[in-house]
Every structure is written in structure tokens, then in C-alpha cells.
């Protein structure tokens, strides 16, 4: 930061320069609340830069923030990295990603859930061409897949990618007391729930 010009009077208490050292330096990302659980001081993160087709840094995660934002729902985490060549640039935008080992869940795929804001169901092949409303508890999303906590096993089938739409708690609970066949006009393919 450059605070002062030619010609510019200057006193004994002011500040003409500020430098700063970027050959390591700060990245700070928002994580949403629901994945705060997951992030944790001295995990690895890998930084890329968005607009560049060049390998990212690794750095590590070195302060989580205790406070929600209570608009975006979101915290802010603290990633220290190398910058000996000076590619991240104060005030840029970069990419975080964070691997985080859940082992094996019963998942589903995310278009699957029916969500009404008050309950969550799947349609579990019922066999004999029926499927069977299930409502679920969902836990952990992550690439196009919602974890099942309970309501579905493993091994079973449920209806992926049904190309009928719920927008009520009462259609909802008018398709929850009726069984849906496969030879309903509904364009349902069926997926296996399974583990990972």
C-alpha cells in the first residue's frame, strides 16, 4: 500500500508504505453449516486457482470460525499456504476442496428424495411392479448423493430421476397413501440404494 505522492507534505507520525510479505499467505473460504461438523484445524486442503489451468498448493486448515453468518448460513475457514512464486494474489478468487473420509453410508441419489419441507420420501421397489412410499432421514450430501440414515437399506431399489413433480404436503401425502406402479406415466427408472 503506497500512501503517499510526489510533492505530498509529510509528518513524522505518517505512514508511507505498507509491504507485506506474500510468500506465504492466507486463503479464506465460507463453509455452509451443515459441512462446519466435517472441517476441522489441521485437515489438508488442496487451492486451485479458478481462471488458471495450472496444479493447485496443498495447505492446511488453521482457524475455523465459531460464528454463522446468520444471512448466507455460512463460516468462514482459514487456509495457510505457500506463495513463493506469488500465483495467489491478495483479493483474487480460488477453488477449495477438502477430502473427508465418511466411510460407507447407505446413500440414494439425491433426485430421488421427495422433499415436502416437512418430510422426506424415496419410492422403494416394491417388487411386481410396485413401489412403496418410504420417508427417510437424510444426513450427509455430497456428489449427487444424500445419505439414508434410516428408512432404506441397503441393496434396495429406489425410483431415480421420476419426472413427476410434488409441490404440497397434501399431494405428497395423497402419493404417500397410494402405491405407484411401473406402468404409470411417470418416466421412473429405477436406482440401487447402495453404500459408500
Do not use: C
Amino acid at each position: 500500500a503506497k500512501a503517499v505522492s510526489a510533492g505530498h507534505r509529510i509528518e513524522a507520525a505518517s505512514t508511507l508504505y505498507t509491504i507485506a510479505d506474500l510468500s506465504r499467505v492466507w486463503v479464506l473460504a465460507d463453509a455452509y453449516e451443515t459441512d462446519l461438523p466435517y472441517i476441522e484445524v489441521g485437515q489438508p486442503a488442496a487451492v486451485n486457482i479458478a481462471s488458471r489451468e495450472v496444479a493447485g498448493e496443498e495447505g492446511h486448515v488453521t482457524f475455523v470460525s465459531p460464528v454463522v453468518d446468520v444471512m448466507s448460513r455460512t463460516a468462514p475457514f482459514r487456509i495457510e499456504l505457500s506463495n513463493i512464486d506469488g500465483r495467489y494474489r491478495p483479493g483474487g478468487f480460488v477453488d477449495v476442496s477438502i477430502s473427508i473420509p465418511l466411510g460407507e453410508r447407505v446413500v440414494v441419489p439425491s433426485e430421488s428424495v421427495l422433499d415436502s419441507g416437512i418430510r422426506k420420501v424415496v419410492f422403494v421397489d416394491g417388487g411386481e411392479g410396485r413401489f412403496e412410499p418410504r420417508e427417510i432421514e437424510t444426513g450427509v450430501r455430497t456428489n449427487g448423493l444424500i445419505e439414508a440414515r434410516s428408512g432404506v437399506m441397503a441393496g434396495e431399489r429406489v425410483v431415480a430421476g421420476a419426472t413427476f413433480f410434488i409441490d404440497s404436503e397434501s399431494q405428497l401425502q395423497a402419493v404417500m397413501n397410494a402405491s405407484v406402479t411401473k406402468g404409470d406415466d411417470n418416466g421412473a427408472a429405477a436406482s440401487t440404494g447402495h453404500q459408500h
